[in-house]
C-alpha cells in the first residue's frame, strides 16, 4: 500500500472483438506484471461486435506503457490505450441499502440526497435503496456518512465508466485507417 | 456439394495451407482425426512421436529450418498437456507451429470429463492464439486463421482445441483463406521520419555496431542486412538465435553477443556510439545488467513487435515494421562509409580469445576430449552447409559457439525458454525440414534423457540424424554455476548414466563411443560415410567450462575467462 502513494491511477481503455476467453487473456497481463485491478467494467461499445472495456490501475508511467502493449499485441484485442484523470471524464455508480425506519428516524435523509446528488431508487417498509453516481471519493463519502449514521445493510459499487475528453474519437479513426490500408494492400 | 465429416474437413484445411507433415500421437479423444488419416497417408505424412514434448519440438525445428508452419497432432487431458513445454518454447522462440487437440465432446466440457483439460485456460498465456473448435462448420475457418496468425508478423504458437462433436460432425467443406483481421496487424507501416531519424544517426556514427536478431532470418532478410551493413560498413554480431543470419566467415560479422558469446561484440556494445539492434529482443542473456548496458550509445531499434520497443531498453529511435522493408528503407539513406579502424579494434578481442579460450578448446593435444573441439571437427567434418541442433547446456554453448555458418536457418536450439529435452525431437523435425541437409545434433546426458524416447521415432521413421552425445557425466552446465559461484557445492548434479549405446544399438541405431582423438576422428569419419541416423558418443572432460562468461546480472564488460 505504502508504494501505492506514490503511483498513478491509470485507466486502461480496451477494445476488443467479442470472443470467449478475451477477459482472462487481458487479466493476466496485469497479473504477470503484479498489477491489482482496481475497478473493471466490461460492455458492448458502440460499435456493433466491439467490446469495450475500462479497467483502473496504479502503478507508474514506463509500466503502464508497456502492459498496454502487450495487452494490444493479442490477436483480438482491436485497440487498446491508457489515460489518467485529467484526461476523462469518468464515473461509478454506488447503491447502498438501508432500514427504511433508520432512515426515517434520521430525519435528515432530504439534506443528504441533496448534498450528495443522490436519489431514492426503490424503497419498501423494510429497505430502502439509494443510489448515487460520482467519483470514488464522493461515493465512499456517503458510505461513510451513512454508516456512521445508521448503518448500512448493502453496499456496492461498479467498476468506473470514462470518456475521453479529446476531439477524436480514436477507435473509429484507427478501424477506418485499416480498411484502407486493406483496401490499399489488395489492389496492388 | 458433398457434406464430410469435421475430423477430414480438418485435414483438407491443413493441406490447403500447404501442410504434408504432422508429428503426433493419437489417443481417444482424437481418433476420429487418425481415422481419418488413415486414408490420408498419400498426402500427409504423419510422424508418430514417442511423447508429445517430442512431435512440438520436432514441429519447431521443422518450423525453424523451413521457414514454414510445423503441426503437432495430440489427444486431449494428458497428451495436449505434454505439448506445454513445446508451446511455450515456440512462443518464446516465436516458432510457427499449430498444435490441434482433441477435446471432449461439447457436452461434457466443464464437467471435468475423462481427459478433460482446460486447453484454453492453459495455453492462452502461452501462445499467440487458443481457440476451442466446437463445431465441424467452423473448422476451415479455424484453421486458415491459425496459419495465418502462427506464420505472419512476429510468428509464434497457435492451438487449436477440437472436440470430438466438432471432429464428428459433419459439414459441407470449403477450402478458407485468411489474410485480414481487423483486430490484428502482423506488419506495422514504418514511419518516414523514423527511417530518416535512424539513417541520421548512423550517417553521424564513428563507431556503429548492429546486433542482429532472429528478426532477419523469419524476416527473410539477410540479404537486406548484409547490403545494409556493407553500403556502411557497418560491423555486427548476432544473438545465438540470429546465428546463420550471416555467414560465419562474413568479414563484418564479428561474433555472438551474450552470455557466453564472444569478448568482442559483448566488449564493443558498451563501447559504440550508435547501436543498432535489428530483429532482437534485449533479452536478460545478451545484455547482462541493464543499468550497464550501452548507456553510451544512441540506441535505434527495427522490430516488427511494437510490445518490444521500450520493453528492456529504452531506445532513441525505434524503427517499426518488417525488417525486410525498413532496412531498405533506411539504407537507401545511408551514405557509403568506411570504419576501417572501428572494426580493427574487433580483432585484438578476438586475438585475446583465441588465445585464452579457443585454442585450449578447440587444439588440446593432451588430456581428455572436450566439447568444442568435438563440435568444431564435426562442423569441419559436414561442412558449412549443415544445420546443427542443440539440447540445452554446456552441449548448446559449445555446439552453437564452434560450428560454423554458410547459410541461413542454420541453428536450431532453444534459445528464449532453455528446454532440456529439445534437442533430439528438434533434430528429427529439422531433419524432415530440410531434408537434403545435414543435421548435426549436439546434445548432452542430461538432456539426451528427458526425450530419449524419441530414438524410436527415429527408428521408425528412418530420420537420418546425426546425434553427437557430449557426455561429461554432469548437468554440466549446472555444475559450472556451482563451480563459479556456489563453492563448488555439486548438489545433485552428477549422473549415473546408462550405457547410451547400448540403448542407441536397442533402436538399431549404430554408433560408437569415443575417448580418444584418433577414436573421435575414425567414428566422425564413419558418421559422415554412412546414410541414416549415427550416435556418436563422446566422452568429455567431466568438468569442462564455458568461457568465455558474463555472469548473470553483471555487465557485459564482465566477461571471466578462466585461467589465463
Ligand atoms: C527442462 C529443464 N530442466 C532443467 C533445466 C536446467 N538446466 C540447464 S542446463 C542443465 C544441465 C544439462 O545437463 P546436460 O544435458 O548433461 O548438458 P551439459 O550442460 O552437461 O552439456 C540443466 C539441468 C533446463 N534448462 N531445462
Ligand atoms: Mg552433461
Known amino acids: 500500500m505504502n508504494n501505492m502513494e506514490k503511483k498513478t491511477l491509470y485507466t486502461v481503455t480496451i477494445f476488443s472483438e467479442n470472443t470467449v476467453g478475451l477477459l482472462n487473456q487481458v487479466t493476466i497481463i496485469f497479473a504477470r506484471r503484479g498489477l491489482n485491478i482496481e475497478t473493471l467494467s466490461v460492455s458492448p461499445s458502440a460499435i456493433s461486435g466491439i467490446h469495450k472495456f475500462t479497467i483502473t490501475t496504479f502503478t507508474d508511467k514506463a509500466m503502464i506503457t508497456k502492459v498496454v502493449k502487450q495487452i494490444d499485441k493479442r490477436v483480438d484485442i482491436v485497440k487498446s490505450y491508457y489515460n489518467t484523470d485529467e484526461d476523462l471524464v469518468f464515473q461509478e455508480i454506488a447503491l447502498y441499502k438501508l432500514a427504511t425506519n433508520k432512515l426515517l428516524e434520521m430525519g435528515s435523509i432530504e439534506d443528504i440526497i441533496r448534498r450528495y446528488n443522490a436519489r431514492i431508487l426503490d424503497m419498501t417498509e423494510t429497505w430502502t435503496v439509494l443510489e448515487k453516481t460520482g467519483h470514488y471519493d464522493e461515493t465512499q463519502a456517503l458510505f461513510k456518512e451513512l454508516s456512521e449514521k445508521i448503518g448500512v445493510l448493502q453496499f456496492i459499487r461498479s467498476g468506473r465508466v470514462a470518456i475521453t475528453k479529446s476531439k477524436v474519437e480514436r477507435l473509429s479513426d484507427m478501424l477506418a485507417a485499416m480498411e484502407a490500408k486493406l483496401n490499399r494492400d489488395k489492389s496492388v | ?423 533430439l525431437p528438434a533434430a528429427m523435425g529439422a531433419k524432415i525440414g530440410a531434408p537434403d541437409r545435414t543435421v548435426c545434433l549436439f546434445v548432452g546426458d542430461g538432456g539426451l534423457q528427458m526425450t530419449i524416447q524419441e530414438l524410436g521415432t527415429i527408428m521408425q521413421s528412418k530420420i537420418d540424424v546425426k546425434i553427437i552425445l557430449l557426455n561429461n557425466n554432469y548437468l554440466g552446465m549446472v555444475r559450472q554455476w556451482q563451480e563459479l559461484f556456489w563453492h563448488e557445492r555439486y548438489s545433485h548434479t552428477e549422473l549415473q548414466n546408462p550405457d547410451f549405446l547400448k540403448i542407441a544399438e536397442a533402436y538399431h541405431i549404430p554408433g560408437r563411443s569415443v575417448s580418444t582423438r584418433d577414436e573421435l576422428d575414425a567414428a566422425i569419419r564413419e558418421m559422415t560415410s554412412m546414410k541414416g541416423a549415427y550416435f556418436l558418443e563422446a566422452n568429455v572432460e567431466n568438468k569442462g567450462m564455458v568461457y568465455p562468461m558474463v555472469p548473470a546480472g553483471t555487465a557485459v564488460t564482465n566477461i571471466i575467462l578462466g585461467d589465463e
Request: net charge negative.
Open chain 2, 1 to 423: 456439394m458433398n457434406s464430410i465429416s469435421g475430423s477430414e474437413a480438418l485435414l483438407e484445411s491443413l493441406i490447403h495451407e500447404g501442410v504434408d507433415t504432422i508429428f503426433g500421437y493419437p489417443g481417444g479423444q482424437a481418433i476420429p482425426i487418425y481415422d481419418a488419416l488413415y486414408d490420408y497417408k498419400d498426402r500427409l505424412n504423419h510422424i508418430l512421436v514417442r511423447h508429445e514434448q517430442g512431435a512440438t519440438h520436432a514441429a519447431q525445428g521443422y518450423a525453424r529450418v523451413s521457414g514454414k508452419v510445423g503441426v503437432t497432432l495430440v489427444t486431449s487431458g494428458p497428451g495436449v498437456a505434454n505439448t506445454i513445454t513445446g508451446i511455450a518454447d515456440a512462443m518464446m522462440d516465436s516458432t510457427p507451429i499449430v498444435v490441434i487437440a482433441g477435446q471432449v465432446p461439447d457436452n461434457l466440457l466443464g464437467t471435468d470429463a475423462f481427459q478433460e483439460v482446460d486447453v484454453i485456460g492453459v495455453t492462452q498465456p502461452i501462445s499467440k492464439w487458443a481457440y476451442q473448435v466446437r463445431s465441424a462448420d467452423e473448422i476451415a475457418w479455424a484453421v486458415a486463421r491459425a496459419f495465418y496468425i502462427a506464420s505472419t508478423g512476429r510468428p509464434g504458437p497457435v492451438v487449436l482445441d477440437v472436440t470430438k462433436t466438432a471432429q464428428s460432425g459433419k459439414v459441407a467443406y470449403q477450402p478458407h483463406k485468411i489474410t485480414y483481421i481487423r483486430s490484428y496487424i502482423p506488419k506495422p507501416d514504418w514511419e518516414p521520419e523514423r527511417i530518416a531519424q535512424a539513417a541520421a544517426l548512423i550517417n553521424q556514427a564513428e563507431k556503429p555496431f548492429a546486433i542482429v536478431g532472429q528478426g532477419v532470418i523469419l524476416g527473410n532478410a539477410e540479404s537486406e542486412l548484409l547490403a545494409f551493413l556493407r553500403k556502411a560498413d557497418i560491423p555486427a554480431a548476432t544473438t545465438m538465435l540470429g546465428l546463420s543470419a550471416l555467414s560465419s566467415d562474413e568479414p563484418l560479422n564479428t561474433g555472438m553477443l551474450g552470455m557466453h558469446g564472444n569478448i568482442a561484440p559483448n566488449l564493443k556494445t558498451n563501447e559504440c556510439d550508435v547501436l543498432i539492434a535489428i530483429g532482437m529482443r534485449f533479452d536478460d542473456r545478451v545484455t547482462g545488467d541493464l543499468t550497464q548496458y550501452a548507456k553510451q550509445a544512441k540506441i535505434i531499434h527495427f522490430d516488427i513487435d511494437l510490445a518490444e520497443i521500450n520493453k528492456n531498453v529504452t531506445v532513441d529511435v525505434p524503427v517499426i515494421g518488417d525488417a525486410k522493408e525498413t532496412l531498405v528503407e533506411v539504407g537507401k539513406l545511408l551514405n557509403p562509409n568506411q570504419h576501417t579502424a572501428w572494426r580493427e579494434s574487433f580483432k585484438p578481442h578476438w586475438e585475446r580469445e583465441r588465445q585464452v579460450v579457443i585454442q585450449k578448446e578447440l587444439h588440446s593435444k593432451e588430456g581428455p576430449l572436450r566439447m568444442g573441439e568435438v563440435v568444431h571437427k564435426v562442423s569441419q567434418a559436414v561442412g558449412n552447409k549443415a544445420i546443427v541442433v542443440t539440447d540445452v547446456g554446456q552441449n548448446q554453448m559449445m555446439g552453437v559457439r564452434y560450428f560454423s555458418y554458410g547459410q541461413t536457418r542454420s541453428v536450431v536450439t532453444s534459445g528464449g525458454l532453455g528446454t532440456e529435452g529439445f534437442g
